[in-house]
């Protein structure tokens, strides 16, 4: 007869910590099912455990490293190369500081043009070179420079208006030759040698502006009065051909008075120049050291 099962339903009780279930499990796979994907706690190595290191490579202390020979001589090529151009670099730099030495016991000095700063045409620094007690007369006789550039373009102006109102072109013609002329004139002439002289207290260079610079001094006391000795005075803007103008025609005796008062200015202006320039030759002994050296001169060209 069978046997009565009251609970069909009943599982019977398994402890899933005996050995039956975990030699039960031990066959199953390491990978567990379900929603997320792991796999076994048993069969994941500890976490002390390291992979063994790989045993050091060999060192020869004797060993020798393989150079071709060709990169080694483009090496010692290169390096030789390199040695020739610095022993000429080096040679040209003495070369260069003796010339730099011969021409500063010489006296001469280089000078860079700078004046005009948007066109440079003559060397010009008198902050950096001149002795600061002299700069002010400097810049005054530098100022009687630029004013007989304006009173030579304003005498251009003058004479080409009297050119169009029927003055005939041989005035226009020596209004610019007065520019060209004197304009480079009075700065090779006088102007360059003062800058020079205060520059290097040299009094044979003063005795050269003085010179010179009262000939500038004459010629614009000429220029102002223009008497009518070349071409009737109209080639030069002074009182009188202004005066002998105004009654034919009114702009161009204008133009010649405005010249005459620039001209009038510049003669005052140089005449306050020279004397103060003459006070200092004097009041420093310039005068005496002068004498010196030209007698000097005189005997060095007798013997």
Known sequence: MSHYDSNPFDEDEVN?????????????????????????????????????PLPPEPYDRGATIDI??????????KEKELQAKEAELKKREQELKRKEDAI?????????????PFFPLIHHDIANEIPIHLQKM????????LGLVICLTWNIVAVTTAWIKGEGPTIWLLAIIYFISG????????????????????ALKFGWFFLFYLLHIGFCIFSTVAPPIIFKGKSLAG????????SGNALVGTFYFIGAACFCAESLLSIW?????????????????????AATRTMMAAL
Do not use: C, H
């Open 16 to 52: 899933p910590f005996s050995d039956s279930a975990v030699r039960r499990g031990s066959g199953q796979s390491n990978y567990g099912g379900g929603a997320f994907y792991t796999t076994n706690p048993g069969s994941v190595p500890p976490a002390t455990s390291r992979l063994s």
């Open 138 to 145: 400097l810049y005054v006789a530098f100022t009687t420079f």
């Open 183 to 202: 304009v480079p004139g009075a700065y090779v002439l006088w102007y360059r040698p003062l800058y020079r002289a205060m520059r290097t207290d040299s």
């Open 239 to 246: 009182i009188l051909p202004a005066i002998d103008l105004l």
């Open 104 to 116: 500063a016991r010489s006296g001469i000095v280089i000078e860079e043009k700078n004046w005009p």
């Open 273 to 293: 120049v020279i004397q103060q320039i003459y006070m200092y030759f004097r009041g420093s002994g310039k005068a005496a050291e002068m004498k010196r050296e």
């Open 68 to 77: 071709p020979l060709d990169s080694a001589k483009d090496l010692k090529a």
